[in-house]
Structure formats: C-alpha cells, structure tokens
C-alpha cells in the first residue's frame, strides 16, 4: 500500500499509505521558487532554462532527491517534444 502512495498516478486516500511531507524543507523550497520565477518574471531569462536551474538547486539542497526528480519528469511530454524537434 505504501508503494502506491509514492505513485503520482494514484491518489491514496489513506492517511498510511501516503508518503510524510518533508516540512522542514518547504521554506526553502519556496525562496528557490522565488528566486527562480523573478529572472522570468523580469524577462531577464527564458522559463525553461530557469525551470532546470531551480531543479538543480532542489536536488542540491536536497529538497527533492535525485530519484522523485526522475519520477516526477512526464515522459510522454519530452518524446512529443523530441519527436517534434526531428521533424521540423
């Protein structure tokens, strides 16, 4: 049952079967957001470049591990995309 509460596909509505927040890391998470949506914000830099920077910095401050980033990338998305590059 735990397994499927780490599952973004599925939405368990038992309190045990989901996963435990990490609190102590939402403060940084949303300064990282800040810091990443202000250069947007400001058209001093294009969204996707920022959007992989504020990953990095989440993986590195150990907000998110290496392991949610991977499972939360939406595969389908990114080989649309590819295949999309290819033909033009």
């Known amino acids: 049952m735990?397994?499927?509460?780490?599952?973004?596909d599925?939405?368990?509505l038992t309190e045990t079967a989901?996963?435990?927040p990490r609190e102590e890391?939402?403060?940084v998470a949303l300064i990282i957001m800040?810091?990443?949506?202000l250069p947007v914000i400001m058209?001093?830099?294009p969204i996707y470049i920022a959007v992989v920077i504020g990953a990095a910095i989440m993986v590195l401050?150990?907000?998110l591990t290496i392991e949610e980033a991977y499972g939360y990338i939406e595969w389908k998305a990114v080989f649309l995309a590819?295949?999309?590059l290819s033909i033009i």
């Open 2 to 8: 735990i397994v499927l509460g780490r599952e973004p």
């Open 10 to 12: 599925f939405l368990v």
């Open 18 to 20: 989901q996963e435990i």
């Open 25 to 27: 890391k939402a403060k």
């Open 34 to 37: 800040a810091v990443v949506m």
């Open 43 to 45: 058209d001093w830099l």
């Open 61 to 63: 401050t150990k907000c």
């Open 82 to 84: 590819a295949t999309v």
